[in-house]
RNA sequence: GACCCCAUUGUCUAGCGGUUAGGACAUCACCCUUUCACGGUGAAAGCACGGGUUCGAAUCCCGUUGGGGUCGCCA
């Protein structure tokens, strides 16, 4: 029987990285197994429906480029796979269940007799747990007005859309043995159990909805790379167990095995974060960076559709290894698009303020006039062959120019950067700034 | 509170009876360098505690402490 897994979220408004996480784990054990990845939505609380908490879902798994094959959007032999769909069902099971007096009426809501019992549970990742069930209430399945309770819903898709493996947070695996019990009633065999660690806060705390970090959808708009995050999560909970920390999707797939995920929760570390995408940003190719850099430019309003392709191309490649966010970009770019750039206070302070760094623009400017052609290599001899001519470290030139020309100590290498520039743009901000001509130049 | 899970530097982890306890992020030096990054070298930083078992425990067992989870007509 192939192996088949689902990830099963419910719409709350958000996905947070603790489902992304089993999500991952769920999609890399059924690429790992050739199997198959359903995604079921468990909206059964129709007081939170909504299309839009549904649509977050959809879009964060995309995002992170988890793929499903069976599904919403996607069909498959078990569906409806919204279980507010899939009323039927459930009633049908909860009336054998009813009929076998293994359930019963209880003012108005139905309720399952949970055997008074010690239940194993056999899990995949935690060993063998055991349960004792006979001080248990017993499990209200069904409301009072009709609707369907997790536990019944839960287990009856399981076993309707012949799931094999349920891997889930390990907050479930209380409800385990309730389950399991579920399955015994209705004469099914229960899947296989991986219950995987949880996220925790990088102080230990739980994580919850206003965290950092804890919204899939935000790390977009703070500038990450799905793939960076994707590779992060990976390691939460899991290893390769040596010393690699970037990992191929296809590495990680083939190396995903349940019996070495961690029984142990992970804390989130935003910082590490940020490192793996500064090395993502700096490793993806140019056309994948100006993909995904070019949005937030434009967001920026430094690009916009008139904006010469060529010309942004060559721009974020000057900046391609340096940033490690895409929303450090405005900041690090502004002065490739805007003649009136930021001018940093303690970098014309420290540069264009030092004794006979004016001059030093003068005479700079005068050489790169003649310069030609106009790249990286002859503006660094032109740049050099001054200073020697002048007897002065290239420092003297470099730094005035470089603050002169985007309004920062810190950017690109300073001949690739002039290069891109092109001439007329470094002539007039040389000039500008040496005061030979009165620029709008912004503070 | 009851039940369940867990415990290697600040964080993510390797380790699965004998290791100078390895790697990565973060921190601090130094090197490289036109800046900033990258990269390189080095430093500081760990087996929560107490009992066992054993010739020998980070590793196995018990307890304590700490953290997390579950005890819904939420999922």
Same mark, same amino acid.
Request: charged share 30%; proline share 5%.
């Given at each position: ?124 990742? +935690? ?6 069930? @006979?001080?248990? =209430? ?5 409301? =009072? ?80 790379? =799905?793939?960076?995050?994707? $590779?992060?999560? +990976?390691?939460?909970?899991? @290893? ?59 967001? $920026? ?99 005035? +120019?470089?603050?002169?020309? @985007? ?26 700034? @040496? ?9």
């Amino acid at each position: 029987m192939s192996t088949r897994v689902r990830f099963a979220p419910s719409p709350t408004g958000l996905l947070h990285v603790g489902g992304a996480r089993t999500a991952l784990f769920n999609w890399l054990y059924a690429r790992h197994a050739k199997g198959v990845f359903v995604l079921r939505v468990e909206d059964t609380d129709e007081a939170r429906n909504s299309q839009e908490a549904i649509d977050v879902i959809f879009s964060g798994l995309k995002w992170l480029g988890l793929d499903w094959d069976e599904g919403p959007q996607k069909g498959g032999d078990y569906g409806p796979y919204f279980q507010s769909q899939r009323k039927e069902i459930y009633l049908r099971y909860a009336q054998r269940l009813l009929d076998a007096k293994l359930a019963y009426d209880d003012k108005g809501a139905i309720r399952f007799k949970l055997p008074k019992k010690i239940v194993r549970v056999p899990d995949l990742i +935690c060993g063998a747990v055991h349960f004792d069930l @006979s001080a248990e =209430p017993d499990l209200t399945i069904v409301r =009072p007005d009709g609707s369907f309770i997790f536990h019944l819903v839960n287990v009856v898709d399981d076993i309707e859309m012949k799931i094999t493996h349920v891997i889930r947070g390990e907050d479930h695996l209380s409800n385990t043995p309730k389950h399991l019990a579920l399955f015994e009633a209705l004469g099914a065999a229960p899947p296989l159990y991986a219950h995987i660690p949880l996220i925790l806060n990088r102080d230990g705390s739980k994580m919850s909805k206003r965290d950092e970090g804890a919204a899939v959808g935000d790390y977009a708009a703070k500038g990450f790379a =799905p793939e960076a995050v994707r $590779n992060y999560l +990976c390691f939460l909970g899991w @290893s390769p167990k040596d010393d690699r920390e970037i990992l191929l999707m296809d590495e990680v797939v083939a190396l995903f095995e349940l019996s070495n995920v961690h029984r142990h929760n992970a804390r989130f570390d935003m910082d590490k974060l940020q490192w793996m995408n500064g090395q993502y940003l700096a490793r993806m190719t140019l056309d994948r960076f100006v993909e995904l850099g070019r949005p937030v430019l434009e967001k $920026n309003g430094l690009v916009s559709a008139q904006t010469d392709p060529v010309y942004l191309r060559a721009a974020l490649e000057t900046v391609k290894e340096k940033v490690k966010l895409f929303t450090d970009l405005p900041i690090w770019m502004a002065y490739f698009f805007k003649d009136a750039f930021p001018m940093d206070a303690d970098a014309a302070e420290k540069s264009l303020k030092k004794p006979g760094a004016l001059d030093c623009l003068r005479d700079l400017r005068t050489r790169l006039e003649r310069t030609s052609p106009w790249n990286a290599a002859q503006l660094e001899a032109d740049l050099k062959s001054l200073a020697a001519e002048k007897k002065v470290k290239a420092g003297e030139f470099i730094h005035p +120019c470089r603050v002169a020309c @985007s309004g920062r100590s810190i950017g690109p290498g300073l001949y690739q950067m002039l290069e891109v520039l092109g001439r007329a743009r470094v002539l007039d901000r040389l000039d500008r700034a @040496s005061g030979a001509t009165t620029g709008g130049m912004e503070r």
